[in-house]
Nanobody
Framework: QVQLVESGGGLVQPGGSLRLSCAAS????????MGWYRQAPGKQRELVAV???????HYVDSVKGRFTISRNNANYTVYLQMGSLKPEDTAVYSC?????????????????WGQGTQVTVSS
């Protein structure tokens, strides 16, 4: 069983930076894509950034130039470096691994979510 654990959230002033981490536990064989989503109060969850196994990245327009997604393939950890933070970035941020194949069952792929971490941008 794969579990994802996020860390790095917190309270930051506008213009500040935070780095979120999402570490996977379990015996992973491969992952198709790693992504970060966020959900603000009263709003639908949205995809913030995604990184595919081929190295392709995609960002929602509102964070382009401010956020960077990266990964450590050695231990299947994905990061979200957030800069120039704005109050509208306030949300619960969750990571998601899609198309996860585990060593014990390499032909079966599942998706996994982390529990979420709160990011609050406020002065």
């Amino acid at each position: 069983q794969v579990q994802l654990v996020e860390s790095g959230g917190g309270l930051v002033q506008p213009g500040g930076s935070l780095r979120l981490s999402c570490a996977a536990s379990g015996s992973i064989f491969s992952v198709n894509a790693m992504g970060w989503y966020r959900q603000a109060p009263g709003k639908q969850r949205e995809l913030v950034a995604v990184l595919t196994s081929h190295g392709t990245t995609h960002y929602v327009d509102s964070v382009k130039g401010r956020f960077t997604i990266s990964r450590n393939n050695a231990n299947y950890t994905v990061y979200l470096q957030m800069g120039s933070l704005k109050p509208e970035d306030t949300a619960v941020y969750s990571c998601r691994f899609t198309g996860v194949a585990e060593i014990a069952t390499p032909t079966r792929r599942n998706d996994y979510w982390g529990q979420g971490t709160q990011v609050t941008v406020s002065s």
